[in-house]
């Protein structure tokens, strides 16, 4: 099924002041409505002093709106049968509703209220700000958190909007005044750059009508450009974080990547996927989890964005065993670069990822972020109804220099944090 009503197709249009519509049909038989706002509000646009505001604006939209506090909105999306979830990145940052698509007018309504007219009352101020600090103590005292942390700084040098992971630190989240919430907002939570992403069985036409209604108030100032400081090629680095009192050593290694919107970007994807990227079927899998026993978990990420990215193979080991996997992680990526993937491995990772497709049409959620991602790297309208067969197209090669390219193990950064000398 392709056409209109084919959710693998989305339709964009323009609102006003800027604001992009992408509207992707519901899976059949679905009987809701997936909508997101997002907006140029990534952690990346932090003032330097001011380290943790994206994230508490973002966290706080959702929070009281408009003539509804927290708990009168949280009472109002109970009535619909509705929620509001929200995500920050160092990009962008998205607000989410979800609900039942015969209520599809009145959510739009209340994405339009949380989006433009966000409250910052100061009980829920001082709520969010209690969350993030919470936040902040486990982003330093939990292996996991604490080596995400450390690849992203060795990764990226100061003042890049992926250094960071958003939560700031204590000095700067008690820097932040109310004030400097309500500009944030002002200045990000735009129609320049901004996007909303609608999910529903309604038509195009239908849903455009409704957006340009209820979003005509929002900001046509242009926002800030993200600021990329020059940085020479990384090179090969080591960090270790002792922190005792675990029972798991968390490793990582890394480096940066391609954007989205590079042309060898479905290699390189396949050459992740082969890696660590796919369940049961991929190498890290295979060798380190399943035939090792080395470790708890085994798996790898390509992060493309839109104007850069940063790929990791990561790892959760016991105390004595990590000197053992991370051989075994660098073996994997040497084994990449150097040989091609043989054709019925890679045909094996190929179909996995392509049947994969079907399932996240089962439900209008999963759908939605399909879309999402699509419409945010402005890809072309029937981009997921050829994603299959650009897939089949690529050969051995093509991934094997891709792989070179966007997950260089020469200049991999390594990541140990845990209780290295035992527990």
Excluded at 317 to 329: E, N
């Amino acid at each position: 099924m392709t056409g209109a009503r084919d959710p693998l197709q989305v339709k964009y249009s323009e609102a006003t002041n800027g604001l992009r519509i992408a509207r992707q049909t519901s899976p059949p038989g679905a009987a809701s409505i997936s909508a997101t706002y997002v907006g140029p509000a990534g952690w990346g646009f932090d003032p330097p002093s001011r380290g943790g505001l994206a994230r508490l604006v973002n966290q706080l939209v959702t929070s009281a709106a408009g003539r509804h506090d927290r708990i009168a909105l949280a009472r109002l999306l109970d009535r619909a049968g509705a929620t509001l979830t929200r995500q920050c990145a160092p990009e962008s940052a998205e607000v989410t509703i979800w609900g039942p698509a015969d209520e599809g007018e009145l959510l739009l309504r209340l994405l339009a209220d949380v989006v433009l007219r966000p409250r910052f009352d100061a009980e829920d101020v001082a709520r969010v700000r209690r969350q993030a600090l919470e936040r902040q103590l486990r982003e330093l005292t939990q292996p996991a958190a604490r080596a995400d942390r450390e690849l992203m700084e060795s990764l990226f040098p100061v003042g890049h909007p992926y250094r960071s992971t958003g939560t700031g630190d204590r000095r700067s989240l008690a820097r932040i005044r109310p004030e400097d919430l309500t500009a944030f907002h002002r200045g990000h939570y735009v129609g320049s750059e901004g996007l909303l992403v609608v999910t529903a069985p309604a038509g195009h036409r239908e849903i455009e009508r409704i957006v340009r209604r209820e979003f005509s108030e929002i900001s046509d100032a242009s926002p800030p450009v993200l600021d990329f400081p020059h940085a020479s090629l990384p090179r090969a680095a080591e960090h270790r974080v002792e922190l005792r009192g675990h029972s798991q050593v968390e490793i990582r290694l890394g480096g940066s990547s391609i954007p989205r919107s590079a042309p060898e970007y479905p290699a390189a994807f396949l050459a992740n996927e082969v890696l660590g990227g796919r369940p049961l079927l991929s190498r890290l899998f295979q060798r380190v989890r399943e035939r090792g026993g080395l470790a708890y978990h085994a798996t790898s990420e390509l992060e493309a964005m839109r104007f850069g990215g940063y790929w990791a193979a990561q790892a959760g080991t016991g105390p004595d065993r990590w000197s053992k996997v991370v051989p075994m992680l660098r073996s994997e990526l040497r084994r990449l670069d150097s040989a091609e993937v043989p054709g019925r491995e890679l045909d094996a990772i190929r179909e996995s990822a392509i049947g994969e497709i079907p399932l996240s049409l089962e439900s209008t959620a999963e759908a939605h972020e399909l879309a999402i991602e699509l419409a945010y790297h402005r890809l072309p309208e029937d981009y997921l109804i050829r994603w299959p067969a650009r897939l089949r197209e690529v050969p051995p090669g093509e991934v094997r220099e891709a792989a070179a390219v966007a997950l260089d193990g020469a200049r991999a950064s390594l990541i140990l944090v845990g209780p290295l000398n035992g527990r």
